[in-house]
């Protein structure tokens, strides 16, 4: 997530009175492996938005890093 969309998120939540979770140094390093192609990460980080814990809930994000873990990039960007 790019500074400026998690600016807009918090903002969002701010006005929409929604309690916003800090998130800790280990579900950044977790949301680094995800995006790498871990797919145990993408799979813990979708439950995490699924269950709210760490992160906001989030379906949308749950159903996203779930896709991401049964659809692992092609081997090309492996190497």
């Known amino acids: 997530?790019?500074?400026?969309?998690?600016?807009?998120?918090?903002l969002v939540a701010l006005a929409l009175c929604v309690p916003v979770?800090?998130?800790?140094?280990?579900?950044?390093a977790?949301?680094?492996?995800?995006?790498?192609?871990?797919?145990?990460a993408q799979l813990d980080?979708?439950?995490?938005?699924g269950s709210?814990?760490?992160v906001p809930q989030d379906a949308a994000e749950t159903v996203r890093w779930w896709r991401r873990?049964?659809?692992?990039p092609p081997r090309s960007v492996w190497c």
């Open 1 to 10: 997530m790019t500074h400026a969309t998690r600016s807009v998120a918090v």
């Open 21 to 28: 979770q800090a998130q800790t140094p280990e579900i950044d």
């Open 30 to 40: 977790l949301r680094v492996r995800a995006e790498a192609g871990d797919a145990e």
């Open 45 to 49: 980080l979708g439950f995490m938005y």
């Open 52 to 54: 709210g814990r760490g």
């Open 69 to 72: 873990e049964s659809n692992p």
